[in-house]
């Protein structure tokens, strides 16, 4: 790590965010709810003595000093861990982004540190309707496979919210795990589906909420983590075929005349020539398709290139 460079901890997610906390060089500072402490956070997720953040010859570390609820280190639990720029620390309920600080945030002392975190917590909590609720960020920050594998490390229960211009996206937990999604209220997408999608969201807010006393009548039962790595392959095959798909809402429609003979068509495209007969976009085949979007999607290409349906 380079020795001229300084550095800080950002708040990215929790109730101190926006706060920055200067690293001095050839120092440590312990993090608890302790009052005495170099970085106080108050709260019921943070023991007294947390942990401890040490950067001396231009190496920076951070020790979990016996904590009840644990520190992680981009997802994993940690005992001790070197850390580099862009690294996300999990602290209670607080995300923590190790980032470059110019000379001017390098200047601040400790005490007018604390002091600017008890400010942004007052901000934080003035932004907050729900009261109730435990963490909030945004998906600029900390993109939603980080979060999830940081929550599913943690073993966090709630309702993670996300919401951006136009769509609401509620991702449901129980000890980490996830066992149902929805975007907006359209259940009938199924749980996979609504997953996958929220999955590409990159930009919007997020709010884990205390969890809900709600039962579904179809769970997902795959790990998180593998639901993750079949999201993420989802996302890589849609851009892939980006370049040759309608855009969402473009009408599509049955060629006229429709030349090339359905009867070569194999059952699983003439289903989706249906779709595009009875519904007419890009977005609403995906919706109404039994297959994962990836699937509709690369018959959708297959049709436009044989001429069975054209997009307006």
């Known amino acids: 790590m380079d020795t001229q460079k300084t550095y800080a901890l950002k708040f990215i997610s929790g109730k101190y965010q926006g706060g920055e906390f200067p690293l001095k060089a050839d120092k440590h500072i312990v993090i608890g709810r302790s009052s005495e402490l170099d970085m106080v956070l108050v709260e019921d997720m943070v023991s007294r003595k947390h942990a401890r953040i040490s950067f001396s010859d231009g190496s920076i570390t951070i020790e979990d000093l016996g904590s009840t609820n644990g520190t992680f280190v981009n997802g994993e639990k940690v005992k001790q861990s070197r850390l580099k720029e862009g690294d996300r620390i999990l602290i209670g309920t607080s995300i923590l982004k190790l980032v470059h600080q110019g000379a001017e945030g390098a200047s601040v002392d400790e005490g007018t540190a604390r002091l600017k975190l008890e400010e942004a917590a007052a901000a934080q909590a003035a932004r907050t309707t729900n009261k109730a609720s435990s963490m909030t960020g945004k998906i600029e920050e900390i993109p939603l496979p980080d979060l999830l594998q940081l929550f599913h490390t943690s073993k966090k229960n709630g309702v993670l919210v996300v919401q951006r211009s136009d769509q609401e996206g509620r991702i449901y937990l129980r000890q980490g795990r ?7 209220e359209n259940h009938s997408l199924g749980p996979q589906k609504s997953f996958n999608r929220i999955i590409t969201w990159e930009e919007g807010d997020f709010e884990l909420r205390p969890a809900e006393n709600q039962e579904f009548m179809v769970e997902l039962d795959s790990s998180t983590e593998a639901l993750l790595m079949d999201a993420l392959r989802q996302l890589d095959e849609i851009k892939r075929l980006q370049p040759s798909l ?16 359905l009867k070569e068509l194999a059952p699983e495209l003439l289903d989706v020539l249906q779709l595009v007969h009875n519904y007419g976009t890009l977005n609403a085949v995906l919706d109404h398709a039994d297959a994962d979007d990836v699937v509709t999607a690369e018959a959708v290409v297959q049709l436009l290139k044989r001429d069975y349906i054209r997009a307006a």
């Open 246 to 261: 309608p855009s969402a809402d473009a009408p599509l429609a049955l060629a006229s005349p429709l030349t090339p003979p």
């Open 178 to 184: 996830v066992y149902y999604a929805v975007i907006g």
